[in-house]
């Protein structure tokens, strides 16, 4: 029988690791009355005190996701990734949300943790500046406010709405985008909340956090133009904007010379932007880190949003 306010923690990855060692010690430790934590490795771990496991074999992220909820027992599912850990407020801040019948669903910030390394610290300070846009609000904010778009590293959400709407199975990054368009089409709310917290160690720089957004990128540029409902934003094309300012800037100024001194005013005001944002991390060991991996961001994405947006399907 579900118990009103009880949460179960649904956890997917591929193999046992410390991180999923770290998110399972976490979400013992949390200041919550009711919950059930559930692991969704791809073979079988062996067993863990106190945790439900249930190997899925190797499936994508929402596929685990939906095997998980129908061995859910709470009235909310909440889901976390592996290589990330709540704070230990996390359930108990979440459900506070739900008071509102209308609420779906609601999340929060993804902090970097403190003993991450200067690499990694750098990757996530770029995804909480505001050079990449909205997402530092997630950041930012004093109080809870609307959301359409909300991660899965950190999305709580009613049961009986998530067995209506499905975690989409095909797609991966971009199915949480797809699950709050579902909840968008029932009509209901969800919220970003600041004081729901988790930490979020981030692959670190360069390559590792360029080949995420890369992926991230090409997923929002398809999705831009086949969901459009909560894709299809200004912010998502600015950095494709830039690429392609600096690749029609260069072919301009060459037949054009006086343009030279339009393009560069204009890369000196970017340039300037990143540094303002870079110089705002306080910390002078990431300064470089972050001003240069903020340009390689945001040209990284933005070729391949234009990549996504000219797909007609992404195959994995």
Same mark, same amino acid.
């Given at each position: 029988? @579900?118990?009103?306010?009880?949460?179960?923690?649904?956890?997917?990855?591929?193999?046992?690791?410390?991180?999923?060692?770290?998110?399972?010690?976490?979400?013992?430790?949390?200041?919550?009355?009711?919950?059930?934590?559930?692991?969704?490795?791809?073979?079988?771990?062996?067993?863990?005190?106190?945790?439900?496991?249930?190997?899925?074999?190797?499936? =994508?992220?929402?596929?685990?996701?939906?095997?998980?909820?129908?061995?859910?027992?709470?009235?909310?599912?909440?889901?976390?990734?592996?290589?990330?850990?709540?704070?230990?407020?996390?359930?108990?801040?979440? @459900?506070?949300?739900?008071?509102?019948?209308?609420?779906?669903?609601?999340?929060?910030?993804?902090? =970097?943790?403190?003993?991450?390394?200067?690499?990694?610290?750098?990757?996530?300070?770029?995804?909480?500046?505001?050079?990449?846009?909205?997402?530092?609000?997630?950041?930012?904010?004093?109080?809870?406010?609307?959301?359409?778009? @909300?991660?899965?590293?950190?999305?709580?959400?009613?049961?009986?709405?998530?067995?209506?709407?499905?975690?989409?199975?095909?797609?991966?990054?971009?199915?949480?985008?797809?699950?709050?368009?579902?909840?968008?089409?029932?009509?209901?709310?969800?919220?970003?909340?600041?004081?729901?917290?988790?930490?979020?160690?981030?692959?670190?720089?360069?390559?590792?956090?360029?080949?995420?957004?890369?992926?991230?990128?090409?997923?929002?540029?398809?999705?831009?133009?086949?969901?459009?409902?909560?894709?299809?934003?200004?912010?998502?094309?600015?950095?494709?904007?830039?690429?392609?300012?600096?690749?029609?800037?260069?072919?301009?100024?060459?037949?054009?010379?006086?343009?030279?001194?339009?393009?560069?005013?204009?890369?000196?005001?970017?340039?300037?932007?990143?540094?303002?944002?870079?110089?705002?991390?306080?910390?002078?060991?990431?300064?470089?880190?972050?001003?240069?991996?903020? @340009?390689?961001?945001?040209? =990284?994405?933005?070729?391949?949003?234009?990549?996504?947006?000219?797909?007609?399907?992404?195959?994995?």
């Amino acid at each position: 029988m @579900i118990k009103s306010g009880s949460v179960s923690i649904i956890i997917p990855f591929k193999e046992y690791n410390e991180f999923v060692k770290e998110c399972i010690e976490g979400c013992k430790s949390l200041d919550y009355h009711d919950f059930e934590i559930i692991l969704l490795p791809d073979h079988s771990i062996g067993d863990i005190e106190g945790v439900k496991i249930v190997p899925t074999g190797e499936e =994508t992220p929402g596929r685990k996701r939906n095997i998980g909820v129908t061995h859910a027992r709470g009235e909310y599912c909440a889901f976390i990734d592996d290589d990330a850990y709540p704070r230990g407020d996390w359930l108990r801040n979440a @459900i506070k949300s739900f008071s509102d019948p209308e609420v779906a669903a609601t999340g929060g910030p993804g902090i =970097t943790p403190l003993n991450d390394n200067l690499m990694q610290n750098a990757s996530g300070y770029i995804l909480s500046s505001f050079m990449v846009g909205g997402l530092s609000s997630r950041y930012d904010e004093k109080k809870a406010k609307i959301s359409d778009d @909300i991660h899965s590293c950190n999305f709580i959400t009613r049961k009986s709405v998530v067995e209506e709407v499905l975690w989409n199975e095909k797609y991966w990054p971009g199915e949480d985008t797809l699950m709050c368009r579902g909840i968008n089409g029932l009509g209901k709310k969800m919220l970003e909340d600041p004081n729901v917290v988790i930490y979020h160690h981030r692959r670190p720089l360069f390559i590792p956090h360029l080949r995420q957004l890369s992926r991230f990128g090409m997923h929002r540029g398809f999705f831009a133009k086949k969901f459009p409902e909560n894709s299809l934003k200004l912010t998502y094309f600015i950095p494709s904007l830039l690429v392609l300012l600096l690749v029609v800037g260069s072919v301009l100024s060459y037949f054009y010379p006086s343009f030279r001194m339009i393009l560069f005013g204009m890369i000196s005001i970017y340039i300037g932007l990143a540094f303002v944002s870079a110089f705002l991390s306080r910390d002078i060991k990431m300064i470089l880190p972050v001003l240069f991996g903020t @340009i390689l961001t945001h040209l =990284t994405y933005g070729v391949y949003f234009l990549v996504g947006l000219c797909k007609k399907e992404l195959v994995r």
